[in-house]
């Protein structure tokens, strides 16, 4: 049973935008650190976006500031990724990650099974 579930992935030009969801309802307020991840071909998995559970802290890759965000809705237990001003460079796959706390490593106690963005024309 998959306790977070991503979807919004797909083909978008450069310079489009796309909105990643991650349904984390199964799971519990206990992990309520959600974190985007993403891996491209032949890469080690980066963060690039996280929040706690308040949403007064955040993360970002110095590569996605300025167009990605990450947003929450709490009452829905689901977290967002909003990504603008697209580049070839960001196709990876793309993975949400639920834990106790925030980190810039692979410290979460859940993931999902990832969802695949490609920019390209």
């Known amino acids: 049973q998959e306790q977070l579930v991503e979807s919004g992935g797909g083909l978008v030009q450069p310079g489009g935008s796309l909105r990643l969801s991650c349904d984390a309802s199964?799971?519990?307020?206990?992990?309520?650190?959600r974190a985007w991840f993403r891996q491209a071909p032949g890469k080690e998995r980066e963060a690039v976006s996280a929040m706690t559970i308040t949403g007064l802290n955040t993360y970002y890759a110095d590569s996605v500031k300025g167009r990605f965000t990450i947003s929450r809705d709490n009452a829905k237990n689901a977290v967002y990724l909003q990504m603008n001003s697209l580049r070839p460079e960001d196709t990876a796959t793309y993975y949400c990650?639920?834990?106790?706390?925030?980190?810039?490593?692979?410290?979460?106690?859940?993931w999902g099974q990832g969802t695949q963005v490609t920019v390209s024309s």
């Open positions: 990650a639920a834990g106790r706390a925030i980190s810039t490593g692979p410290n979460y106690d859940y």
């Open positions: 199964k799971l519990t307020q206990s992990y309520g650190a």
